[in-house]
């Protein structure tokens, strides 16, 4: 009969056999398009959705629309990324970390949606994101779900990125301690099987980019159109866009630690 090694790493249907720990494993994107927007919002709306054990360090929402290609864990295939990410800062009895806390994250692909989210507590959902389009000088992206779009993205490119810009940048970007929450509902009864504040380690290399003009558009969605998501798509686009601080188009590659990750106490 199957037995479980203590000292190997499974995922599901884990009776089929699992791998050896790699205290070192990181996973790489070797080319990323990434069209960020990063506004002011409402404070006290914006708090109702960030646990208790954050603290929200300004009222400030980034929407990260993603092209990820060369992708290391699926064989360098690609899939697309939707995030929304608050700065933040875990303090508690062990712990004093700045980052980013990420209110939710929508992919394409099934593979890394499981793999960030019951292992990593990364929010992450399935929707259609498509490729970013380009047209006179516009970049344009759209997401939906089972038929019904709910995002829509546009911007244009106005000046390059200086040398002195991007290097900055990559100064920021080389450790990006990303907060999430893994959350395992109990079998047959109300309450979680586990609920705790996760760490997942990322850094980012940013090659070339842009200044940008551009829009977010969020459109109402009923329960009865998409009854799983609903609730996350009203309550995002019901946060108001205060100003718009910045936009940014920019291409790079990134590291993804999850092996370096933990539960934050």
């Not at 929304?84 to 800062?89: E, N, R, S």
């Amino acid at each position: 009969m199957f037995h479980f090694d203590p000292n190997k790493v499974y995922s599901m249907p884990p009776y089929f056999g699992g791998s050896p720990y790699d205290s070192t494993a990181c996973s790489t994107i070797s080319n990323t398009l990434q069209l960020q927007f990063t506004y002011v919002t409402d404070e006290r709306l914006l708090c109702s959705y960030i646990p208790e054990v954050f603290e929200l360090l300004r009222p400030e929402i980034t929407l990260s629309y993603c092209e990820f290609h060369g992708v290391s864990f699926l064989n360098g295939s690609q899939y697309n990324v939707v995030q929304l990410t608050v700065p933040a800062i875990f303090h508690e009895k062990k712990d004093c970390i700045q980052g980013n806390f990420i209110l939710v994250i929508w992919e394409d692909n099934t593979i890394p949606i499981y793999g960030g989210r019951e292992e990593s507590g990364m929010p992450k959902i399935p929707a259609d994101i498509e490729n970013l389009r380009t047209y006179e000088g516009n970049h344009y992206g759209a997401v939906s779900f089972e038929g019904k779009t709910y995002l829509k993205v546009c911007a244009n490119a106005n000046s390059a990125l200086t040398s002195s810009e991007i290097r900055a940048l990559n100064q920021e970007t080389q450790a990006l301690n990303a907060f999430g929450w893994r959350y395992i509902p109990n079998v047959g009864k109300p309450g979680p099987a586990l609920s705790q504040p996760i760490l997942y380690p990322q850094s980012m290399t940013i090659k070339k980019g842009y200044h940008c003009t551009g829009d977010i558009q969020w459109f109402p969605i009923s329960s009865g159109e998409l009854l799983t998501q609903a609730h996350i798509i009203n309550a995002l686009r019901n946060l108001p866009i205060r100003q718009m601080k910045d936009i940014q188009l920019t291409s790079g590659s990134i590291r993804l630690c999850p092996a370096g990750g933990k539960i934050l106490s």
